[in-house]
């Protein structure tokens, strides 16, 4: 069955430091997305990728992070200079359609920033 | 701001047993998806809704969507230990960004 995969499961980074987070998407799906979960907490939309664009973004979703679709297959976030406040289980997902249609969510990345 | 509230939040009941959770918002969703989670992994799909009244049935979970699409529940009959776990709401909210509610977090007893 095809799935969302993310790499790496756990990113170690010292504040102020970059961080890329890799997705590959559901290779049928058109729409993708990254949530993120701090710990405790609930899920929490940061923007929404199709087309080679941005469809929608949140307001946690502020110019230190942007999203990239390098090739055919991967999906990436960077955070340009990570915060403490930036820890937190990041959660790829793709679907494929737009509106009422299903998302499908990968393992997640935990993102430690010390 | 669409909000979506589940409860209720911790849930510890009887192998056997039959419960029901919530998800409520004063939000019209477009449809509501139900999701599992596992500590340190990703929401697994557990089913969509999409149509007002809609009733959806996976073996011993019932899920339902309101008339008016602002509320659900998800009602587990002869719950087992197995279904130990979090148990998350999501309405499609916007263009297609998905609003979760803080989830339920169920413990069946043996």
């Known amino acids: 069955e095809p799935e969302v995969t993310q790499t790496p499961s756990h990113q170690v980074t010292q504040m102020g430091q970059e961080v890329i987070l890799r997705c590959v998407p559901i290779?049928?799906?058109?729409?993708f997305y990254w949530y993120r979960q701090i710990l405790g907490q609930k899920v929490e939309f940061l923007v929404s990728f199709y087309n080679n664009e941005i469809s929608e973004k949140s307001e946690i979703f502020d110019d230190q992070f942007s999203v990239e679709r390098p090739d055919g297959s991967n999906f990436t976030l960077k955070i340009r200079s990570t915060k403490l406040e930036d820890s937190a289980m990041y959660f790829c997902?793709?679907?494929?359609?737009?509106?009422?249609?299903?998302?499908?969510f990968g393992p997640g990345t935990r993102l430690t920033v010390l | 701001t669409q909000l979506l509230e589940q409860s209720p939040q911790f849930l510890s009941i009887q192998e056997g047993e039959n419960l029901t959770v919530y998800c409520n918002s004063s939000?019209?969703?477009?449809?509501l998806q139900w999701y599992r989670q596992e500590p340190g992994e990703g929401p697994v799909l557990l089913v969509t809704v999409v149509t007002g009244g809609e009733v959806k049935k996976l073996k011993r979970l019932t899920f339902q969507f309101g008339d008016a699409r602002k509320d659900s529940s998800l009602h587990i009959t002869a719950a087992q230990t197995g279904d130990t776990g979090l148990y998350l709401c999501a309405g499609v909210g916007g263009a297609q960004k998905l609003v979760f509610g803080q989830g339920t977090r169920l413990t069946i007893n043996p």
């Open positions: 290779s049928n799906h058109l729409y």
């Open positions: 997902a793709s679907s494929e359609f737009r509106g009422t249609d299903t998302q499908y």
């Open positions: 939000s019209v969703f477009s449809s």
